[in-house]
């Protein structure tokens, strides 16, 4: 059977009676370079224990398990239990977890099942999920590198520079904590049924140390958030709707010039070195 034919694909789902579920955001791949070169491009080998979300029906778990020593592969649908205990049979390196990979103790998973392996995360994302699934990845602490094909104008948000329309608050999260790199696009036309979206693979190292010292994680957070609440108000105008009376606009704005900046800047245009100084200046204010 060939997991990325289309006819294939369309029996083993009848077989099952499966039905997509547009809540999941379930995408079956129909071409079998997807896949492979996703697995490829994770890096996974033989002393990798992998962490699969969202295995579907198993294309990219196949991959996954020719290279890697073991993979875990999460999946929420029950109803796509069966299938993969039927496609992933010959996968004696495979287990599937049903769960919610939100839910699921991550720390655990990873020394039950992963043990004496390094721990890579490789997935598929549902487009709905990406965000909360890579924000709990990337705070775990516990991968080697997450590798995730997601919607393509999530990745370029993700790798976007300062100064830019995709460049957001979450672009400065992924960026502080790992290396993200845009590796490769999908179109719509390698998917059953098609999104109407192009996909991206994207790769992101976790960083061994920090790019920059801060004084208090928290505090560059809050301002970086603040920062983009409101793209079109200046810095000192979305720090001082989200510090209120916490403190005061004249503080913000001398937290805002102690940190070498323009008392008019916009928080779109700074970059992680530059939010932790005015987190650090308004931190001794």
Not at 66 to 83: F, H, K, S, T
Not at 95 to 114: F, H, Q, S, Y
Not at 232 to 256: C, D, E, P, Y
């Given at each position: 059977?060939?997991?990325?034919?289309?006819?294939?694909?369309?029996?083993?789902?009848?077989?099952?009676?499966?039905?997509?579920?547009?809540?999941?955001?379930?995408?079956?791949?129909?071409?079998?370079?997807?896949?492979?070169?996703?697995?490829?491009?994770?890096?996974?080998?033989?002393?990798?224990?992998?962490?699969?979300?969202?295995?579907?029906?198993?294309?990219?778990?196949?991959?996954?398990?020719?290279?890697?020593?073991?993979?875990?592969?999460?999946?929420?649908?029950?109803?796509?239990?069966?299938?993969?205990?039927?496609?992933?049979?010959p996968?004696?390196?495979?287990?599937?977890?049903?769960?919610?990979?939100?839910?699921l103790?991550?720390?655990?998973?990873?020394?039950?099942?992963?043990?004496?392996?390094?721990?890579?995360?490789?997935?598929?994302?549902?487009?709905?999920?990406?965000?909360?699934?890579?924000?709990?990845?990337?705070?775990?602490?516990?991968?080697?590198?997450?590798?995730?094909?997601?919607?393509?104008?999530?990745?370029?948000?993700?790798?976007?520079?300062?100064?830019?329309?995709?460049?957001?608050?979450?672009?400065?999260?992924?960026?502080?904590?790992?290396?993200?790199?845009?590796?490769f696009?999908?179109?719509?036309e390698?998917?059953?049924?098609?999104?109407?979206?192009?996909?991206?693979?994207?790769?992101?190292?976790?960083?061994?140390?920090?790019?920059?010292?801060?004084?208090?994680?928290?505090?560059?957070?809050?301002v970086?958030?603040a920062?983009?609440?409101?793209?079109?108000?200046?810095?000192?105008?979305?720090?001082?709707?989200?510090?209120?009376?916490?403190?005061?606009?004249?503080?913000?704005?001398?937290?805002?010039?102690?940190?070498?900046?323009?008392?008019?800047?916009?928080?779109?245009?700074?970059?992680?070195?530059?939010?932790?100084?005015?987190?650090a200046?308004?931190?001794?204010?």
């Amino acid at each position: 059977m060939d997991l990325c034919n289309g006819n294939d694909i369309k029996a083993l789902l009848a077989r099952h009676g499966f039905r997509f579920s547009k809540s999941m955001g379930q995408n079956f791949l129909i071409e079998g370079w997807v896949p492979r070169d996703i697995a490829e491009a994770s890096g996974a080998d033989s002393g990798c224990g992998v962490l699969e979300i969202g295995p579907g029906i198993g294309p990219l778990t196949v991959q996954l398990a020719r290279r890697a020593g073991q993979v875990a592969a999460v999946e929420l649908d029950r109803a796509l239990l069966p299938i993969l205990s039927e496609t992933l049979a010959p996968c004696r390196n495979v287990t599937v977890i049903p769960g919610d990979i939100m839910k699921l103790d991550l720390a655990a998973l990873v020394n039950e099942r992963l043990s004496g392996l390094t721990p890579i995360a490789c997935a598929n994302l549902p487009y709905n999920i990406t965000t909360p699934v890579l924000t709990r990845l990337i705070e775990s602490g516990l991968f080697a590198s997450i590798t995730v094909m997601i919607q393509r104008e999530v990745a370029l948000r993700i790798c976007a520079a300062p100064g830019t329309a995709d460049y957001g608050a979450f672009s400065v999260f992924c960026q502080y904590h790992t290396q993200p790199e845009l590796l490769f696009d999908v179109g719509p036309e390698c998917f059953l049924p098609a999104p109407k979206v192009t996909s991206a693979v994207l790769r992101l190292i976790p960083r061994r140390e920090p790019p920059q010292t801060l004084v208090d994680e928290a505090l560059f957070f809050r301002v970086v958030r603040a920062s983009f609440a409101q793209r079109r108000k200046t810095l000192l105008n979305g720090l001082s709707s989200a510090f209120g009376a916490q403190v005061g606009k004249q503080a913000l704005r001398q937290a805002i010039e102690a940190a070498g900046l323009p008392p008019d800047v916009r928080g779109e245009r700074l970059g992680i070195a530059e939010f932790a100084a005015v987190a650090a200046a308004i931190q001794t204010t």
